[in-house]
Each structure stands twice: as C-alpha cells, then as structure tokens.
C-alpha cells in the first residue's frame, strides 16, 4: 500500500510539473514557418509572471526561438473563451523586461516590436480558466526588392462618355435630380421636398492596373439638408466587393472593399475607357445658387502597379494574421502612392489643380523629413505642411511656393527639425491661384523614447488600472460622442487606478498623453 501510495504520489508530481508551463519547463517554438496551437489552456498553469507583467491567474509561457533574429513578433489569438493578458518577455526569463497587452475574448492580433534578439518567453493569463488557440510568427530578414511602374495612365475621362455634361469644361461628370440630367447652373425643384441627386463621375486607364479606390463627397450645408446615400452599400461596378458608405460631418465617404481583400479599387486592370461609377443620395434643396448648391468630389486611387524600391521584411505571418509584415509584394499598393482627383460642381476649371502620387514622412536623425511627389499641376499657388499633435488640432510648419502649371512629375521635400515627442502627425494642403485648396490623408511619425501602456482589466466593470512607463502622463476619458467624461484617479507610483462608479455599461477611450505631446488612445470596454 505504502509503495502503491509513493507511486501515485510521483506520477501525480510529474504530471503537474508538466503542465507548470513556466520559466523551467516553457513551451518550444521555432520561427519560422509560423507556428498553430489549437485547444491550448491555462488550467493546472501556476501564477508566476515576473511583475510588473503579471495579472493574477494561471499562466502559460511560450518559448520562441528565432535564429535569424526578429524585429517583430506577431501574436494570432483565436476563439480565446475569456478575457486575457499577452506578455512578451525579452532577455532572460523572468526578466520583468516586457510589454504587455490586454485582450477580450474572441480573436485578437497583436505586434509585437523587438530587438532582433534570438530568444523571446510570451505569457498568455488570465484570472479564470480558458482555451484559445495561437500563432505565432514574425519577421526575419530583408530581401531588396524592384517593382517596376505598371499603374498606367488612370485619369478623369473628358471624351464622350458623359452625355450629357454637366459642364463643358468638365466633361468627366454628369448630376442628375429625381432622374433628370442638369447643367450648370442646376435647378433643383420643389425647394426644401427631399429628391435624389446622382453624380456620375468618368474614369479611364488604358495601359495599366491602378484603379478608383475611395470617392468623397463635401455638400455645402446652405445648399442641401438631410443628405443620405442611397443605398450605403452596394456592389462594385467592375471588381467584386462592396461600396461602404460613411458619414463625417458634411462629407460623405464611399470605400471599396474588394472580395479578394487585397487592397484593390473597383476596376480589374484591364485596360478600359468610360468606367462609369454612379453615386446617389437623397437630399432637400434648400438653393438653387451655384454657390450654395457646390459639391466637392475627391477620388482616391488604390495605388496599385506603383513603382517600389525598397528593403522588404521576410518572415512569416500567423493564421489570422494576413499581411502582417505590411509588404507591398510585385505589384501591389504602396503606402502614399495613390493618385487623387477632385473638382466641384461650381469651381472654374476641371479637376483640382494637382495629381499628388506620394506623400509620406520618415524619422532622419531625430528630425523628420516630410516628402510628396506631383505628377502635374494646374494653376497651383502653393503648398502649406502642417502638423498636429493628435490628428486633431493643426498648426502650418512651412509653406512651399508651387509651379503653376506644368504636366511633369516634381518631387518637394522639407524637414521637421522640431518633432513633437513620441508622436506627430503631418498633413500636406494645397492651393490654387483661385484659393480653392486640398488636403492629403495625413501620415504618423513615432520619435523619442517608446510610449509602453497598458490598461487592465479590459472589459472592466468596477476599477481600471493604468500601468505606465513613467510618471508625467496625463488621462482623458470620452465616451462614443467623444465627450469627456470625468473619473476620480488615484495614483500610486507609475500606476493610475480609475473609479468606474459613474459610468454606464459601453464602450469608451481612454487618452494618454505623454509628456505633454505624444497622444495615444485606446478603447475601454464596460461591463456591469
């Protein structure tokens, strides 16, 4: 019995020592191809996450080796029952060098940036017990790659595909009001008795693959109230997908979402003329007055075929994580190689006075150079680069003299020689000798010392906790409307807590703001 009972007692040990998944017994991972856990668990795990990482319940750690080294780690969570807390440890094990983040149930993906160490341990807790499935993979060299220019000559179409015109200086367009087409001036009738309104807009790219991507909409509110696309989402005219229409204030946005995923507009390569793309919206007139009656159009190319020159990450993704070490591949999109055309109902001329291709940022000796490319311009007046703090609240950097008028590709560039810390936004405005002016999408550029945060317990229902990597951030609360919403704060060291008392169940952002510059927001889930 004795020697029965000592046997059962070793096999119960051994067996629990097996599943104390921790710093003496991590699971082994080698990057890469990636690697797909299924039905893996933290029940029968042992708390021991060095602080200040850890979230009290059961962990499991993962060893991942990349013999190559790594700049980042990516983390594919899937079908995870319960909300949990991603850790990746860098150096030794237990080192208490990590970066953390929270996560609700469900599927996750998560970047991690690191220091092209051969030897990473990623904690995966929770405070109860769960499954999920993982995968990890990450990036693990370069490979310079050529891509030769195959965007072809995509434009606004001025022959004879709209009849009949709109006006006769821009003959890439048609508006019609409850079914009949109109000239400018337009007459819309009976005033303020809601109608539709369609805008037809001409494209064509005879020699290559670029297509329209995005189109946008600016109505001037004298003119039109209670404007409504009509429908919000409808089918792509020449790719398979969907047009996604989405409001922001007197703007409407329409987005192509390709079935393929891959980034494509709605246009197949194939060279064409007359791609015709018909957008409606139900409105009340308010005017009949050219001024008051202007819509601004904006159409985004989805860049494809651009040129690219460049070292590209190698590596590999984790399942669910598509795309994730951010390459173009031969042929694909280019970030800020779009092509972007506008006009309005009531401006002079044609479209706007330029065709931006590029427009991007990069840190160069902690100063940020800001570059943009124009492959022709029409009575252009100047450039104006402004610069924000949050994306929100702009102030002018520089203003650049433009050409006028020429039909070649310029390349412009200026230096930031003042970033702010952590994070700055830049945008690039252009304007014409008549005073109409553009803005480009604007581009984001980290500098300075890293912002690690972390906020736990996401859903959280009584208190929310701030972990910070110093002691001078200060925290903003908004609901969904983006109002602030004030919460009692304790703070202990580098750690805030928030008294969630007063709030009601929903979603919130919390706003960091790092050193009196950086902004950096992420979203909070209530639960009572």
């Known amino acids: 019995m004795k020697l029965a009972l000592c046997l059962f007692s070793l096999l119960l040990s051994i067996a629990t020592s097996s599943a104390q998944t921790n710093c003496s017994n991590p699971k082994v991972i080698n990057l890469c191809p990636a690697v797909h856990l299924i039905g893996e668990t933290n029940a029968g795990m042992i708390d021991d996450v060095t602080m200040p990482c850890n979230l009290p319940g059961e962990d499991v750690l993962y060893q991942i080796n990349a013999p190559n080294g790594a700049g980042h ?22 080192s208490g060098n990590c970066s953390a983040q929270f996560l609700v149930a469900g599927s996750s993906n998560i970047n991690f940036t690191v220091a092209n160490a ?54 890439f367009f048609q508006v019609a009001y409850n079914g009949v087409y109109k000239t400018l001036p337009m007459t819309l009738s009976p005033l303020f008795v809601a109608g539709t309104l369609c805008v037809t807009t001409y494209f064509k790219n005879t020699t290559g693959v670029e297509g329209i991507k995005q189109f946008e909409f600016d109505f001037n509110p004298a003119g039109f109230a209670s404007v409504t696309p009509l429908p919000a989402t409808f089918p792509g005219f020449y790719n398979a997908g969907n047009w996604q229409a989405t409001q922001n204030g007197t703007k409407w946005k329409f987005v192509f979402a390709d079935a393929a995923n891959v980034g494509r507009g709605d246009f197949t390569g194939l060279p064409n003329t007359c791609l015709r793309y018909v957008f409606c919206f139900t409105v009340t007139p308010l005017s009949n007055l050219p001024s008051q009656t202007n819509v601004n159009v904006t159409a985004t190319s989805d860049g494809f075929g651009s040129q690219y020159n ?114 700055s936004y830049y945008r690039l405005k252009q304007t014409d000798f008549n005073g109409d002016f553009a803005y ?73 703001r790092y050193k009196g510059e950086g902004v950096s927001r992420t979203k909070v889930i209530v639960r009572r």
Request: charge should be negative; aromatic fraction near 12%.
């Open 440 to 512: 480009s999408p604007s581009v984001k550029i980290f500098i300075g010392e890293e912002d690690r945060w972390v906020v736990y317990p996401n859903p959280a229902s009584e208190y929310l906790y701030v972990l910070a990597n110093d002691y001078s951030s200060t925290y903003h609360f908004y609901n969904v409307s983006g109002t602030e919403v004030q919460l009692k704060q304790t703070v202990t060291g580098n750690v805030v807590k928030f008294d969630l008392a007063d709030l009601r169940s929903g979603f919130y952002f919390i706003e960091r």
């Open 310 to 423: 460049a070292a590209v990450n190698m590596g590999c993704c984790p399942v669910g994580f598509l795309n994730c070490l951010n390459n173009s591949g031969a042929g694909g999109p280019v970030a800020g190689a779009a092509s972007a055309f506008g006009f309005g109902f009531d401006d002079p001329g044609g479209a706007l006075p330029i065709v931006l291709t590029y427009f991007d940022a990069e840190v160069v000796s902690n100063k940020v150079l800001i570059k943009w490319v124009v492959n022709s311009q029409t009575n252009n007046d100047y450039f104006t680069i402004e610069k924000s703090k949050d994306n929100r609240e702009w102030r002018q950097l520089e203003i650049i003299d433009g050409a006028g008028t020429v039909n070649v590709p310029i390349t412009y560039q200026i230096k930031d020689n003042n970033p702010f810390n952590n994070v």
């Open 118 to 171: 051969t030897q990473y341990f990623l904690w995966i807790n929770a405070a109860t017990s769960i499954t999920y499935d993982i995968s990890i993979g990450g990036d693990t060299g370069t490979a310079i790659i050529n891509v030769p220019n195959t965007k072809g000559n995509l434009q606004l179409d001025s022959s004879v595909c709209a009849v009949p015109v709109f006006n006769p200086s821009k003959p």
């Open 73 to 94: 780690i990516y983390v594919s969570i899937l079908n995870a029952t319960g909300d949990l807390e991603c850790t990746l440890e860098q150096g030794s094990c237990g």
